[in-house]
Nanobody, 116 residues
Framework: QVKLVESGGGFVQPGGSPRLSCAAS????????MIWVRQAPGKGLEWVSD????????YDADPVKGRFTISRDNAKNTLHLQMNSLKPEDTAVYYC?????????WGQGTQVTVSS
């Protein structure tokens, strides 16, 4: 059974720097591109960042470019999202997604609320 479990969310002050993690099990983690997607209150899903299977290539959406960094540890089957300089508009549920084109798996999400 494939499981993706996100952690690291919570209440954060503007300018904060939390680190999200996604622990994967039940799949060959290194064979999947990994993606962070978020959903803000009342809005649709928004792609945040993605990283290639070997971790050598990563891409970030314009709203988070220069502030968020995606990384992965294939030895530990873990995906991370280092979030810096958080803004209130970063408030959302953050999901990790394992993608292999013809099949994809989603985590249950972790809430990040940016507020003073």
């Amino acid at each position: 059974q494939v499981k993706l479990v996100e952690s690291g969310g919570g209440f954060v002050q503007p300018g904060g720097s939390p680190r999200l993690s996604c622990a994967a099990s039940g799949l060959t983690f290194s064979s999947y591109a990994m993606i962070w997607v978020r959903q803000a209150p009342g809005k649709g899903l928004e792609w945040v960042s993605d990283i290639s299977t070997d971790g050598r290539n990563a891409y970030d959406a314009d709203p988070v470019k220069g502030r968020f960094t995606i990384s992965r540890d294939n030895a530990k089957n873990t995906l991370h999202l280092q979030m810096n300089s958080l803004k209130p508009e970063d408030t959302a549920v953050y999901y990790c997604k394992a993608d292999r084109t013809v099949v994809a798996y989603w985590g249950q999400g972790t809430q990040v609320t940016v507020s003073s």
